[in-house]
T-cell receptor
Framework: AQKITQTQPGMFVQEKEAVTLDCTYD???????LFWYKQPSSGEMIFLIY??????QNATEGRYSLNFQKARKSANLVISASQLGDSAMYFC?????????????FGTGTRLQVFP | EPEVTQTPSHQVTQMGQEVILRCVPI?????FYWYRQILGQKVEFLVS????????KSEIFDDQFSVERPDGSNFTLKIRSTKLEDSAMYFC??????????????FGPGTRLTVT
């Protein structure tokens, strides 16, 4: 069963606008963590933000915020004031506390293109 | 900020050859991971390593794969007899530990393996 679903293979946004990248997840665990990573064309994986399942407030990191809706099992990434350098692949990932390791399960990613 | 490093950045090898991919995790981290990403696809977990042994591995991590921490700093992934389908980007990652299970994983820049 698909654990992490990213339904948007590609998104376009104009510079300085906000954009939301969707992520839904499937787990029966009560304790889990959700992560977003950015992968520019150079290939590295850059950690952006994470949300714990028990966190009451949505996570924020600078221009990144996570719209966490637990009942709907969604953890959408919001990028405010997009910049050209935000053009990249974005991956949502989950870690389940029931796992005896920290392994991350990734979605298929969304390619974001920011245009001037 | 401390970084995970990986060498080489790109490795080309012939089918049937052995390859060793090298990683230097962050020095005070305790958990180490290998992931792979076939071109254009999502990142997939291969193996996790803690306390000098494998703590979890995926179905991808068959007998052709092995991991080792030969000294206090390096963490290696060996593929004994490479196949064409092993061509991928291989990421090493490390984390401090489970600490409630929601600890950030730091990814290295990746090694692109091309099997011809």
């Amino acid at each position: 069963a698909q654990k992490i679903t990213q339904t948007q293979p590609g998104m376009f946004v104009q510079e300085k606008e906000a954009v939301t990248l969707d992520c839904t997840y499937d787990t029966s665990d009560q304790s889990y963590g959700l992560f977003w990573y950015k992968q520019p064309s150079s290939g590295e994986m850059i950690f952006l933000i994470y949300q714990g399942s028990y966190d009451e407030q949505n996570a924020t990191e600078g221009r990144y915020s996570l719209n966490f809706q637990k009942a709907r099992k969604s953890a959408n990434l919001v990028i405010s004031a997009s910049q050209l350098g935000d053009s990249a692949m974005y991956f949502c990932a989950m870690r389940e506390a029931a796992s005896n390791t920290d392994k991350l399960i990734f979605g298929t990613g969304t390619r974001l293109q920011v245009f001037p | 900020e401390p970084e995970v490093t990986q060498t080489p950045s790109h490795q080309v090898t012939q089918m049937g050859q052995e390859v060793i991919l090298r990683c230097v995790p962050i020095s005070n981290h305790l958990y180490f991971y290998w992931y792979r990403q076939i071109l254009g696809q999502k990142v997939e977990f291969l193996v996790s390593f803690y306390n000098n042994e494998i703590s979890e591995k995926s179905e991808i991590f068959d007998d052709q794969f092995s991991v080792e921490r030969p000294d206090g700093s390096n963490f290696t992934l060996k593929i004994r007899s490479t196949k064409l389908e092993d061509s991928a980007m291989y990421f090493c990652a490390s984390s401090k530990g489970l600490a409630g299970g929601l600890v950030k994983q730091y990814f290295g820049p990746g090694t692109r393996l091309t099997v011809t």
